[in-house]
């Protein structure tokens, strides 16, 4: 019997996107995208995995709408962007891999994208739609 893909298992499917090796080599953190049929939305949550494969993936997050991860320069946490049921655009995060909830670390009412942290690792570069008449920031 072959095994067809068809539209009904489809959505069943889990793939994965945007992974980020940390700075040591030992550990990796990756985007998992599900479908949630029932509410008709993407799911992403972040993982975390061991590089020699010892362990199972673990779960890093858990909001359903996370994304984009970034090492910190000594690799202990994870910046991130999530789009919490609280707010309507998407923020900075930053997640310890020792454990712990995420902390928002962003503020602004616009959404944000494409962090990068600085090599000292006390700064964070981003981008930002501002309106024209603002300019850069």
Do not use: C, H
């Amino acid at each position: 019997m072959k095994n067809i893909l068809t539209a009904a298992n489809f959505f069943d499917l889990k793939t994965i996107s945007d992974l980020q090796i940390a700075p040591d080599g030992k550990t990796a953190v990756y985007v998992l995208n599900e479908t949630n049929l029932e509410k008709n939305e993407k799911v992403t949550n972040l993982w975390q995995v061991a590089m020699d494969a010892g362990s199972p993936p673990r779960r890093l997050t858990s909001s359903g709408k996370d994304s984009a991860p970034r090492f910190s320069p000594d690799g202990s946490q994870v910046l991130f962007l999530s789009n919490r049921a609280e707010q309507a655009k998407a923020q900075f995060y930053t997640i310890s891999l020792q454990g712990g909830e995420a902390e928002r670390l962003s503020t602004e009412v616009i959404p944000v994208s494409a962090g990068l942290w600085s090599p000292d690792g006390k700064k964070i570069a981003f981008q930002a739609a501002v309106p024209l008449t603002e300019g850069p920031r």
